[in-house]
T-cell receptor
């Protein structure tokens, strides 16, 4: 079974630039999550999709972050403009229904904002 | 509000020995799920073990087992016969319904040969 695919694996940008991350979940998984993991901390949810609808985006900094999930499959997360404090690993995960199940994670994108 | 606390930032264990990682949580819900995830240097989070709160029996997965104390809101992970491949960050997490999977700050485990 193919896993959750993420790209790019690494990204270095300067502050105020924009960046986009891509995620392809496991086929058939209805729920997709984007997490931000700052060094030394646990992952923090940015946004949760159920199919192509948003379930929870309460911790997404909407003035600079945006995310979409086209046709309920692939998803992109964008930051514009980036700040120094956005330096983190961005993890994408998916699950079949999202209710108390195992989450399958991608390998993440490590973002460095200089 | 959900909170998950892991009070041990780092731990080490000799190969083949047993180690226990601690986790406490707080929730006002009666039905929820608890998880331990492992994150090796590759960054990919991998599920170690899962516990349903309404089940009193502690979950086990081969060398991994939990001690789930619902009244005390405690969910510790025991790793038996530790192996070098167990070296990783371990995160405790809690989910209520279909809501956010809320993670603790993690414990870095090192298995010493």
């Amino acid at each position: 079974e193919a896993g959750v695919a993420q790209s790019p694996r690494y990204k270095i940008i300067e502050k105020r630039q924009s960046v986009a991350f891509w995620c392809n979940p496991i086929s058939g998984h209805a729920t997709l999550y984007w997490y931000q993991q700052i060094l030394g901390q646990g992952p923090k949810l940015l946004i949760q999709f159920q199919n192509n609808g948003v379930v929870d985006d309460s911790q997404l900094p909407k003035d600079r972050f945006s995310a979409e999930r086209l046709k309920g499959v692939d998803s992109t997360l964008k930051i514009q403009p980036a700040k120094l404090e956005d330096s983190a690993v961005y993890l994408c995960a998916s699950s079949e229904t999202g209710y108390g199940e195992k989450l399958f994670f991608g390998s993440g994108t490590q973002l460095s904002v200089l | 509000a959900q909170t998950v606390t892991q009070s041990q930032p780092e731990m080490s264990v000799q190969e083949a020995e047993t180690v226990t990682l601690s986790c406490t949580y707080d929730t006002s819900e009666n039905n929820y799920y608890l998880f331990w995830y492992k994150q090796p240097p590759s960054r990919q989070m991998i599920l170690v073990i899962r516990q349903e709160a309404y089940k009193q029996q502690n979950a086990t997965e081969n060398r991994f087992s939990v001690n789930f104390q619902k009244a005390a809101k405690s969910f510790s992970l025991k790793i038996s016969d530790s192996q070098l491949g167990d070296t990783a960050m371990y995160f405790c997490a809690q989910q209520t319904g279909a809501n956010n999977l809320f993670f603790g700050t993690g414990t870095r485990l090192t298995v010493i040969p």
